[in-house]
Every structure is written in structure tokens, then in C-alpha cells.
């Protein structure tokens, strides 16, 4: 009996060693494929420099674009003036955008490009640009073999690019900016590119469906999911805001003082919210939601 005894009490020791030794592997196999996940999940920049102009993201807009990004697969990196003046064309660039421009919102938007080469390419969004059916293997591979790419045509929403690409175009535009007749913008400098010498420059262009605007509601608060379903991201400029809202789609009701675009964070977050619920927040389940949509919900009072 005694040796019966010591018998059992040792297969239940190993047992116990056994299931501690299964839990170890587990833990370190579950440790390693979240490293593992985070040196794969690929980066969205954006260009954030502050005190420079009222159309910097508040900061609800700029928390709301951090979770959306995050949520979509992405790490998140804020690129600022430092970052374009560790490139080599900074004093070039600058002596061209700040006779013009000053320390303005708008000469931030020349200076993310040298930025964006700094930090060594890949992907930059505005502040009020969110990511709908966006493929997380092209925020680690680039498509268009890396070249400067724009996907709302020259709207500067959402841009990809090696390193190389975003100096190169870096000089271009500042080659181009003294070029432009009139009111001179970012815009106006993208469109020239595009319409101007071969093959757009060597840059890409994309469809505008390739990033649907505004709220894509077909009627107050019922989303198209069959749009939806198309493009990566969602611009919600603040004039696409303010035709939203003159057409009647805006998801919120306004009982303060105000314009339309001061509650943009509190509108893009029920719209997406409205996306999620009604299309499902991808392209297959908006498949099915397009056949029995479902009842829109009432808007958030402010």
C-alpha cells in the first residue's frame, strides 16, 4: 500500500509539472506571436505640428484617428517640423514655402514630404482621414512598386511611398511651387503634377472611389454599404462635412453655437458607428447588408 501510495502522489507531481510545463509553452508561443505582431503590423504617419493654423485635428479628432488606425491593424507614429529638418532639402524647401507660407498649416503640408523621407516612407494620413476596408499587407508592402501614390486623385488625403519617392517628389515640389499662378496650395501644386510632364511625373493617381468623402448615408442615417464596401479610407474634410450637413445627412443633432465642422469628431465617430452596425465595417459583410439594411439609428444629441 505504501508504495502504491508514493506511486500515485508521483503521476500526480508530473502531472502537475506536466501542465505547468504545457502552460510555460503556451505563454511564451502567445508572447511571441504578439511580438511578432507588432514588428508586422505596419505604420500610418501623420504630420502634426501644433500652434501652426485652426485646421490642425482638436484634439477629439486626433484620439479618434488614433483608434481607428489602431483598430485597423495599424501602429501609429506623429511626424512634426523636426522630423523635415533632418533631411537634406529642408533649406531648400523652406526658403521657397516660408516667403509664401510663413509657419502656416499650409507650409506644413510641403514639409511632411521631407518628413515622410526621414522617417524612411511608407504611409501618411490627414488627421481627418480613417481607414475602412484598408488591406494591412499593403501598409507592409507598398503597392505601385513603392512609387508616391495618392488616392483621392491629387487630393492629399492619403499618400504611400518608398523613402526615395517621397524626396524625390519633395523636389519636385519645390521646383514646381514658384511655378503655380495665382493662390498657391499643396492641392494646386499635386494637381500640376498631375496634369503636367510625362506620365503624371511618375507619380499615381488613384480613382477617387479608392477613398469615399463625407457621410455616405443614403438617407439620414442609413448607410450606403454598397459604397462603403468600395476604397481603403474615408476623408472627412471639412467641406465634405458642411455638404453633409447642408444636404441633411449630418448624424448628430447641433444644439450649440456653431458650424457644422466644430462637431465633426463627435459625427465621424456615430458614422462609423452606424457603418459597423448597419454594414458590418467590411466589404463582405456589406454584401449582406446591402440586401435588408439595417433600421438607422437616431442621432446623438450634443
Keep these: 500500500m505504501k508504495y ?84 537634406p532639402y529642408f533649406g531648400e524647401m523652406e526658403a521657397i514655402v516660408s516667403p509664401i507660407f510663413g509657419n502656416t498649416h499650409e507650409a506644413m503640408n510641403f514639409y511632411r514630404y521631407l518628413a515622410m523621407a526621414s522617417a524612411g516612407g511608407g504611409w501618411i494620413s490627414q488627421g481627418d482621414t480613417f481607414p475602412t476596408n484598408f488591406p494591412v499587407s499593403d501598409g507592409v508592402n507598398l503597392p505601385q512598386d513603392g512609387l508616391l501614390t495618392s488616392y483621392e486623385l491629387h487630393v492629399p488625403a492619403l499618400l504611400s511611398g518608398s523613402a526615395e519617392e517621397w524626396t524625390r517628389v519633395s523636389r519636385l515640389i519645390i521646383d514646381t511651387i514658384p511655378k503655380i499662378d495665382g493662390r498657391k496650395s499643396e492641392l494646386r501644386v499635386l494637381e500640376a503634377l498631375k496634369d503636367d510632364g ?53 448624424p448628430i443633432k447641433i444644439t450649440g453655437p456653431g458650424p457644422a465642422r466644430d462637431y465633426r469628431a463627435k459625427a465621424i465617430k456615430k458614422f462609423l458607428g452606424d457603418w459597423r452596425k448597419q454594414c458590418g465595417g467590411s466589404n463582405e459583410s456589406a454584401k449582406v447588408a446591402i440586401e435588408g439594411a439595417v433600421e438607422p439609428t437616431e442621432p446623438d444629441k450634443i
Design 4 to 87: 502504491i501510495k508514493r506511486a500515485n502522489e508521483l503521476k500526480f507531481i508530473m502531472k502537475k509539472l506536466v501542465l505547468v510545463v504545457l502552460f510555460i509553452v503556451f505563454f511564451r508561443g502567445l508572447l511571441r506571436i504578439q511580438i511578432l505582431d507588432e514588428r508586422i503590423r505596419p505604420v500610418i504617419h501623420m504630420f502634426y505640428e501644433t500652434g501652426t493654423s485652426n485646421d490642425e485635428p482638436d484634439s477629439d479628432l486626433l484620439e479618434l484617428w488614433k483608434a481607428e488606425w489602431s483598430r485597423a491593424g495599424f501602429n501609429l507614429k506623429i511626424l512634426a517640423l523636426e522630423d523635415a529638418k533632418k533631411h
Design 198 to 250: 510625362v506620365d503624371n511625373n511618375n507619380m499615381k493617381f488613384m480613382d477617387e472611389f479608392n477613398v469615399q468623402i463625407g457621410f455616405v448615408y443614403k438617407s439620414p442615417h442609413l448607410v450606403d454599404c454598397e459604397k462603403m464596401g468600395r476604397g481603403r479610407a474615408i476623408h472627412m474634410a471639412n467641406n465634405y462635412i458642411e455638404r453633409s450637413f447642408r444636404k441633411k445627412l449630418f
